[in-house]
C-alpha cells in the first residue's frame, strides 16, 4: 500500500505559479513511476507529468510542456510539480499518484487559475 498526500495547491493569477508537493508512505517510494494528473470539471482525468523512480526520466504533456517541471527527492519521499505561467485553462483539481497496475491516488488538490 501506498499513501499520498498532496498540498501547495489554491488561487493564482493568470502567469502565476505554485508548488504542487505530494508526501508518499508506505512501500517504497524510489520504485515507483509517479506522475501528475488534472482533471477539469466535465472533463476526463489526463496525465500532466511522470518521473521515473529515479528522477532522470520525465514527460509532459505538449500542454505544459515548458511551462511545469516535475521533480522528486526520494530522501523525503516527495514529489513536486513547479508550475509556471499558468494559464485559465489549468484551472482543475490535481492528483498526485504512484504508478502501477492499480494506480495509488491521493485526494487531490484544487487548482485555479483566474484571468
Known amino acids: 500500500q501506498v499513501q499520498l498526500v498532496e498540498s501547495g495547491g489554491g488561487l493564482v493569477q493568470a502567469g502565476g505559479s505554485l508548488r504542487l508537493s505530494c508526501a508518499a508512505s508506505?512501500?517504497?517510494?524510489?520504485?515507483?513511476?509517479m506522475g501528475w494528473f488534472r482533471q477539469a470539471p466535465g472533463k476526463d482525468r489526463e496525465v500532466v507529468a511522470r518521473?521515473?523512480?529515479?528522477?532522470?526520466?520525465?514527460y509532459y504533456a505538449g500542454s505544459v510542456k515548458g511551462r511545469f517541471t516535475i521533480s522528486r527527492d526520494n530522501a523525503k519521499n516527495t514529489v513536486y510539480l513547479q508550475m509556471n505561467s499558468l494559464k485559465p485553462e489549468d484551472t482543475a483539481v490535481y492528483y498526485c499518484?504512484?504508478?502501477?497496475?492499480?494506480?495509488?491516488w491521493g485526494q487531490g488538490t484544487q487548482v485555479t487559475v483566474s484571468s
Open positions: 499518484a504512484a504508478i502501477a497496475a492499480d494506480n495509488y
Open positions: 508506505g512501500r517504497t517510494f524510489s520504485t515507483f513511476v
Open positions: 518521473i521515473s523512480g529515479s528522477g532522470g526520466i520525465t
